[in-house]
Every structure is written in structure tokens, then in C-alpha cells.
């Protein structure tokens, strides 16, 4: 079974701190995602990646930066968090083309 | 963007009885299609995956009519467990659109 798994499921962080939202997958997958999902909104695409060192900018990016230093492992960072940027955060990788497979989500909040 | 149409409802269907939607999308080079189950405050799973002749999973049924670019789900004999979100999966290159979902509630 494709195994997806987050840092931590629920997180809440205060107004300007970095926030650090690790993901690991354990299937090869070359392609690897970061959501946030938020009622009404349905999931929006923060960024993506399709190989190590690879990132391509989703459809809001703007707050948000990832780092992909191994194929295993896609982190999300929010350099300066916002209260705007609550929201439940979900991973998901995939091999080109294919479904994706996502984590269990973390719960950001940010007071 | 292009983009994937659900009708959020919610779907309020009786125990027992079949509840089906359809999802439209915008791209007709899309290749794959699938639907996602999501329950609440949990992460979206695969339910299945959509083929051009169409396929069928036990209760569940997905049509894929190209001509008119929507998909369908039916799921037949519902039971409570089937309540949840059901979303539909366009595949957009190295990248999935997903629409927002269709509620399905089943009613004891």
C-alpha cells in the first residue's frame, strides 16, 4: 500500500513565524503535491513537484515555498504565516499521470 | 483554468435507494479520469478510476461520455457508510483538477 504521511495533524502557530509542514512518501512516486482544502473551496493546488529539485507553482502560491531535496520527501513552508493561511493542508504524490495518493492532512491554525 | 463543475447538494438519499451525479469538465485532452471519496475531516481516497467503456466496483458504476465531457457516479443500494463527499478527478498532464465535490447523505 502507498503510504503517504504528514508531520503532524494538527498545528497551530502564532502570527509571523515560519512554519515547516513536512511530507514523506515511501512508493518511488516522482510526482508529489501540496493542497490546502477549505470549506467552499474545495482543494487548491499550493505547488508541486516532479523530480528532486523540481517545483512548479500551483494556482496560489503566493505565501507558500517548498523545498524538494530527495524524491521521498516534498516540504511546505510558510515564511511568515498568516491568519489567512488556517486551512487544512494535505499532501498527495503520484507516479506521471496516475492518481494520487494523499496523506492525512494537518490542520493549520494560525492565531 | 480549466476547470471541473460539481453540484455540491447535498444528495439526501434513503437507505437503500440509488443516488446518481454527473461532473462536467473543460479540457477535452484530458486523459484520465477518477472518482475520490472524502469523509469528513479526512484526507481524499481513491474510489475508482474511470474508463472510456465505462466500469463497475460492487454498488458503484462511473461512466465516461467524452462527446459531452461529463462523468458520472451511481451507487446503487445505498448504505449509511456511503455518506460522504465524492469527488471528481480530471487529469490535467502532471497535475489533477478537482472539482469541489457532491455531498451524499444517506438517510436511515
Known amino acids: 500500500d502507498v503510504k503517504v504521511t504528514q508531520s503532524s495533524r494538527y498545528l497551530v502557530k502564532r502570527t509571523g513565524e515560519k512554519v515547516f509542514l513536512e511530507c514523506v512518501q515511501d512508493m518511488d512516486h516522482e510526482n508529489m503535491f501540496w493542497y490546502r482544502q477549505d470549506p467552499g473551496l474545495g482543494l487548491r493546488l499550493i505547488y508541486f513537484?516532479?523530480?528532486?529539485?523540481?517545483?512548479e507553482k500551483g494556482d496560489i502560491p503566493e505565501g507558500y515555498s517548498v523545498s524538494r531535496e530527495k524524491k521521498e520527501r516534498f516540504s511546505l513552508i510558510l515564511e511568515s504565516a498568516s491568519t489567512n493561511q488556517t486551512s487544512m493542508y494535505l499532501c498527495?504524490?503520484?507516479?506521471?499521470?496516475?492518481?494520487?495518493?494523499f496523506g492525512p492532512g494537518t490542520r493549520l491554525t494560525v492565531t | 483554468r480549466k476547470e471541473v463543475e460539481q453540484d455540491p447538494g447535498p444528495f439526501n438519499v434513503p437507505e437503500g435507494a440509488t443516488v446518481a451525479f454527473n461532473c462536467t469538465y473543460s479540457n477535452s485532452a484530458s486523459q484520465s479520469f477518477f472518482w475520490y471519496r472524502q469523509d469528513c475531516r479526512k484526507e481524499p481516497k481513491l474510489l475508482m478510476s474511470?474508463?472510456?467503456s465505462g466500469n463497475e466496483d460492487g454498488r458503484f458504476t462511473a461512466q465516461l461520455n467524452r462527446a459531452s465531457q461529463y462523468i458520472s457516479l451511481l451507487i446503487r443500494d445505498s448504505k449509511l457508510s456511503d455518506s460522504a463527499t465524492y469527488l471528481c478527478?480530471?487529469?490535467?498532464?502532471?497535475?489533477?483538477?478537482f472539482g469541489k465535490g457532491n455531498q451524499v447523505v444517506v438517510i436511515p
Open positions: 474511470v474508463y472510456s
Open positions: 478527478v480530471v487529469n490535467e498532464g502532471n497535475r489533477l483538477a
Open positions: 513537484s516532479y523530480d528532486v529539485k523540481m517545483k
Open positions: 498527495a504524490s503520484s507516479l506521471p499521470g496516475s492518481e494520487q495518493y
